[in-house]
T-cell receptor, first 115, second 114 residues
């Protein structure tokens, strides 16, 4: 069975500071990993995903994430926070033994950006 | 492309009432999903479909039913609404449902049962 743990349900960052959102997963098979963003009263939008190949993945809006198999992690970063980054962020994993795309989502991390 | 559309956006139901949440996608995706989102809990899969005429239960199916008569539509039926079904409901779709395929989400339906 797969599972996802997001450390910290709320993160507050200053505008211009580094954004770091932590995601650890458990999976018995090589995982596919995703980060989604949810702005208030909207659906989820894909930020980036890791399937195979390069372990550093770049996404939209200046975000990137690194797949570290030895640490079972897929942390999301952005060098400089912008006010528009205030949203909820979800990490998800798929790729179970039946190899179809059923997702397991983390509980989410709410990001607040302060001026 | 409109992507994934959901109606209604908001709904208030009384306990025991029934309703259908509509979901339509225009991307010719084979796989469709229904999730519910509760605060601090992430998204939980209610039902999914791998194609027209084929549906299966997810993690939290009790109190819900689905059907998939066309590729485009995947309605979610709530029978005998209960306060525990107060939640935000998201429909999603993906092309083939392979492990690396991303899911595309609708804007959600906010449901309150009182």
């Amino acid at each position: 069975a797969q599972s996802v743990t997001q450390l910290g349900s709320h993160v507050s960052v200053s505008e211009g500071a580094l954004v770091l959102l932590r995601c650890n997963y458990s999976s018995s098979v090589p995982p596919y990993l995703f980060w989604y963003v949810q702005y208030p009263n909207q659906g989820l939008q894909l930020l980036l995903k890791y399937t195979t190949g390069a372990t550093l993945v770049k996404g939209i809006n200046g975000f990137e994430a690194e797949f570290k198999k030895s640490e079972t992690s897929f942390h999301l970063t952005k060098p400089s926070a912008h006010m528009s980054d205030a949203a909820e962020y979800f990490c998800a994993v798929s790729g179970g033994s039946d190899s179809w795309g059923k997702f397991q989502f983390g509980a989410g991390t709410q990001v607040v950006v302060t001026p | 492309n409109a992507g994934v559309t959901q109606t209604p956006k908001f709904r208030i139901l009384k306990i025991g009432q029934s309703m259908t949440l509509q979901c339509t996608q225009d991307m010719n995706h084979n796989y469709m999903y229904w999730y519910r989102q509760d605060p601090g809990m992430g998204l939980k899969l209610i039902y999914y479909s791998v194609g027209a005429g084929i549906t299966d239960k997810g993690e939290v199916p009790n109190g819900y039913n689905v059907s998939r008569s066309t590729t485009e539509d995947f309605p979610l039926r709530l029978e005998l609404a209960a306060p525990s079904q107060t939640s935000v409901y998201f429909c999603a779709s993906s092309y083939l449902g392979r492990g690396g395929d991303e899911q595309y989400f609708g804007p959600g339906t906010r449901l309150t049962v009182t």
